[in-house]
């Protein structure tokens, strides 16, 4: 009897979850009626109805409506389960990324296998994971400022332009080599990380985003219009590509030596925000992150501790400029447009804030999933700005969300005992 | 003088249209405090929604204002439909996550939504019927302000009024109000705050449908990728007249159109974003939670 009753209830919700599906996919249907199902030619006065289209979306939407129903409730589920323990729970991959004992031995496969990567894969494949390893570095870069500090940076990219630019006009006008610009172009990057972190100290939140944004494109703008200085919108074409020692190499041999110095570059970049997160530094910006009017009453310089965030966010993105420049030997303004800003941003925080094993997981998964996701032609971005949205969806806190390390007193053992707490970053 | 009142007119015909999409962008900030970069694709999908609507119609052979008054209509209400969807989909169920998660997956949604009309439609630039017929009795003034930029100008103010007393005096305007306020407050006094936030995203949808009729017919030609450059200059001015206030959304809308329009009629066309965007970060250097805005007051 009872579990007649219990399958009766089953039955039925399967039957409202059905009839719910049902009405999202003819909701869908009406939406996207005029501008998948209709198609007009203005010149030749002829509508053509698309009918097959409406057919896919009914039959799309109504699979999704289910599968997402069912997939938000098992995270309820697990949601109402974790609430029930008092222990802070840990997800799966943070447990991994913090303990030592798996990291490590991770970490060392990891650069094993990238030592050896140009020698397996083709140039071609050589040369997207040199992109990809040039995201990690423009996110670590940025997690300085967004997920360390909490200043939301939408022009994050034109800084990367200004080393980009540095390297282009230093190299054709004074034909100055890869390694001397590269330092040079990070100062100068720092150099407009502090012109822009001058005025914007007093704005928080949405409006230092909006300021960050205006700059970037003022940046992209001038560069755009200024055809004097930096040839406009058809670019600097013929930069050199970096010089081993002063020998010929083939263009294969230097997408590999680019490779190199990128792995080299990303090494230098975690190890160097590995010690600062823990820095007296890191800690003034966590405090600055969480809360501004208790860190200055902390007799933290505001001031300063915003300018050097700003400024050294800025020297990674300039160094990665110089890279992107000297791999590709042509610049063009269009190569520095907010779409670029917003994937940075978007690696950051899909990898999950402030975390550096989530940054770079973040980086891998943006940049070479367009990538391989070239089967799909036409539909890939598509495809990208939909599991941006899925990602945010199902997991807010990014794929591996950063990790605090926090002692926690346990009165029974007397003992201080080190645990962890999955405190998630920039919740302000 | 002239060629002043000229570049004044032009700049109020682009300030009105800057000022009906900051409205969305404002009011939606307002109340879920939400940066929502898909508003400006919400406006693109307007224009193409209304562009296919009146090509129908046309060549279905509906006279002029029946086409108008339909085209208009249907862009207001797939907008609408797109923004209430929206907002289920990609920002429902992440309110209460980390502040920049739903930015992302607004920003996820843009791109998403650019594409989808890219697929859907073509990549090309459109040519954009002209809707509004030149009215007889502009004639003498035709060459200083057009008849379409008269249009513009017109209907938004009367759309901002209606607006304002919308917001001032209904039922549904008073929940709006407290929700900005205090959304917890709202829930306690039996307002369906869900409910609310989807009327904001409606209305503020419905606007920038309008206006995205109403540029594309000014300017006259349309293509997948205008929402977004419209939707950071409407930002822009949403800001610059104190981000959550709706007189500050026109204001800045107009102030921006204005500066725009000077700047590229007496200095250098090329320059021009590149004054919006000067003009914004100068005003939030000096006052920096914009014109209109309220500054915060942070208590320890």
Request: include cysteine; hydrophobic fraction near 55%.
């Amino acid at each position: 009897m009872i579990n007649d009753n219990a399958q009766n209830n089953k039955d039925i919700k399967l039957i409202t979850e059905i009839t719910r599906s049902l009405k999202v996919s003819l909701w869908f249907v009406f939406l996207t009626f005029p501008l998948l199902v209709i198609k007009v030619d203005a010149l030749e006065k002829t509508v053509e109805y698309r009918w097959q289209n409406m057919l896919y979306v009914a039959i799309g939407t109504f699979l999704v409506s289910l599968l997402s129903k069912f997939f938000l409730d098992q995270n309820t589920k697990r949601k109402e389960r974790a609430a029930l323990v008092t222990e802070p729970q840990i997800g799966f991959l943070e447990r991994i990324f913090n303990e030592p004992k798996y990291l490590y031995p991770i970490a060392f496969a990891a650069c094993l296998f990238a030592l050896i990567f140009p020698l397996i894969f083709s140039p071609y494949q050589t040369n997207i994971m040199t992109t990809a390893l040039m995201y990690v570095v423009l996110g670590l870069g940025l997690n300085i400022v967004v997920g360390m500090a909490g200043l939301l940076d939408l022009g994050f990219v034109a800084f990367y332009a200004v080393g980009a630019y540095s390297y282009a006009l230093l190299n054709t006008h004074f034909d100055l080599g890869f390694w001397i610009v590269l330092p040079i172009g990070a100062i100068l990057a720092a150099l407009f990380g502090i012109i822009l972190g001058f005025p914007v100290l007093r704005l928080r939140g949405d409006y230092l985003a909006i300021v960050t944004l205006g700059f970037g494109e003022i940046i992209r703008l001038v560069l755009e219009n200024w055809n004097e200085f930096s040839q406009g919108p058809s670019g600097i074409s013929n930069i050199d590509r970096p010089g081993l020692f002063g020998m010929e190499l083939t263009l294969n041999q230097s997408i590999n030596y680019m490779f190199y110095i990128m792995i080299g570059l990303v090494l230098f970049t975690i190890f160097f925000v590995n010690r600062l997160q823990n820095s007296r530094l890191g800690r003034a910006w966590i405090a600055l992150r969480e809360d501004e009017i208790a860190c200055q009453a902390m007799g933290i310089d505001k001031t300063k501790t915003k300018l050097t965030a700003f400024a050294l966010g800025a020297t990674w993105a300039g160094m990665v400029g110089v890279i992107f420049a000297a791999k590709t030997t042509f610049i063009n303004p269009a190569s520095f447009t907010f779409l670029e800003s917003a994937i940075i941003l978007a690696i950051v925080v899909i990898g999950g804030m402030g975390s550096i094993v989530g940054v770079i997981v973040g980086a891998f998964v943006l940049i070479l999933l367009p990538e391989y996701l070239r089967a799909l032609s036409d539909y890939r971005m598509l495809a990208f700005g939909a599991i941006m949205v899925m990602v945010m969806i199902y997991r807010p806190q990014g794929i591996i969300s950063n990790v605090r390390k926090h002692i926690q007193y346990d009165p029974e053992e007397k003992t201080a005992k080190k645990s962890v707490d999955t405190t998630q970053a920039g919740k302000s | 003088m002239e060629y002043f009142i000229e570049l004044f007119f032009s700049g109020l015909t682009r300030g009105s249209i800057y000022a009906l999409i900051a409205l969305g962008y404002t009011m939606v900030y307002g109340i879920i405090g939400l940066i929502n970069f898909a508003h400006g694709e919400i406006y693109m999908i307007g224009a193409f929604t209304a562009y296919v609507i009146a090509t129908v119609l046309g060549i279905y052979g509906f006279p002029v204002l029946a086409i108008i008054v339909l085209a208009g209509l249907a862009a207001a209400i797939w907008s609408s439909a797109y923004g209430y969807t929206i907002e289920k989909v990609a920002y429902k169920p992440i309110r209460h996550a980390p502040r920049l998660s739903p930015l992302i997956s607004a920003i996820g949604m843009s791109i998403f939504l650019q594409n989808y009309v890219l697929l859907a439609q073509t990549s090309d630039f459109l040519a954009f019927p002209e809707l509004i017929p030149d009215f007889e009795f502009m004639e003498p003034i035709a060459h200083i302000v057009g008849t379409t930029d008269m249009v513009i100008i017109v209907s938004t103010i009367v759309i901002m009024l209606l607006l304002t007393l919308f917001i001032k005096k209904s039922r549904t305007g008073k929940a709006m109000r407290a929700t900005a306020q205090d959304r917890t407050m709202a829930k306690l006094i039996g307002i369906n705050v869900d409910q609310v936030i989807s009327v904001t995203f409606i209305i503020g949808s419905a606007l920038a449908a309008l206006g995205g009729l109403l540029i594309a017919s000014h300017i006259g030609q349309i293509n997948f990728y205008i929402g977004f450059i419209a939707g950071i200059k409407a930002f822009t001015a949403a800001v610059l007249g104190g981000i959550g206030s709706i007189p500050g959304a026109v204001l800045g809308g107009f102030i921006l159109g204005l500066t725009e329009s000077f700047a590229t009629g007496y200095v250098s066309s090329d320059y021009e974003d590149v004054f919006a965007f000067s003009l914004l970060v100068l005003i939030l250097i000096f006052k920096p939670s914009g014109l209109l805005g309220k500054a915060e007051v942070q208590k320890v």
